[in-house]
């Protein structure tokens, strides 16, 4: 069965210090992982894509296919970063449909 | 100003009636979706439509019905069949050629209360 599996439901950091929100996945094929994110008072949004290899607002995430993760990482945390992150996944060829996972709350403390 | 909007923002509604929320987009979009949003378990997939006059079923579609007869347009009825409606809805659109594969352009959400 497909599902994405994000095992916290919040992660409480201090300014500064390293963040890693995780993010495990069960898919049969070859997924296209995605980070969307929602911060206070704002719309869902995409922050970043595995297929882009980008680094958005410092965060980077890179798919781990042996061990099935996709953990979204950022070296230092600020407190604009505070705010809800969901890991989805679709299959290939698949680009719409996407697969949510329960969503980890950032807290960034100053 | 382009983009998805919802309404209304917030609506009660009585045990038994059926309740319609409306999804309109003016992006172009060929693909909408329906999620259901509930603390703790993320966003589920209620239904989606890929094209105009066709839809399929998501992994929580009982209890719900849509219908896409305009391209701009997915509106999505709860059924008083629906077990617990009561939830944060959210519309979703994707598919414009210039836009980023898998990016899900979302509304603001419609609030369900069933009292």
């Known amino acids: 069965a497909q599902r994405v599996t994000q095992p916290e439901k919040l992660l409480s950091v201090f300014k500064g210090a390293p963040v890693e929100l995780k993010c495990n996945y069960s898919?049969?094929?070859?997924?296209?992982l995605f980070w969307y994110v929602q911060y206070s008072r704002q719309r869902l949004q995409l922050l970043l894509r595995?297929?882009s290899r980008e680094s958005i607002k410092g965060f980077t995430a890179d798919l781990n296919k042996g061990e099935t993760s996709f953990h979204l990482k950022k070296p230092f945390a600020q407190e604009e970063d505070s705010a809800m992150y969901y890991c989805a996944l679709t299959g290939s060829g698949n680009t719409g449909k996407l697969i949510f996972g329960q969503g980890t709350t950032l807290q960034v403390k100053p | 100003d382009g983009g998805i909007t919802q309404s209304p923002k917030y609506l009660f509604r009585k045990e038994g009636q059926n309740v319609t929320l409306s999804c309109e987009q003016n992006l172009n979009h060929d693909a909408m979706y329906w999620y259901r949003q509930d603390p703790g378990q993320g966003l589920r997939l209620i239904y989606y439509?890929?094209?105009?006059?066709?839809?399929q079923k998501g992994d929580i579609a009982e209890g719900y019905s849509v219908s896409r007869e305009k391209k701009e347009s997915f509106p999505l009825t709860v059924t008083s069949a629906q077990k617990n409606p009561t939830a944060f809805y959210l519309c979703a659109s994707s598919g414009d050629r210039r836009g980023v594969p898998g990016e899900l352009f979302f509304g603001e959400g419609s609030r369900l209360t069933v009292l």
């Open positions: 439509s890929q094209i105009v006059n066709d839809f």
């Open positions: 595995h297929i």
């Open positions: 898919y049969s094929g070859s997924p296209e």
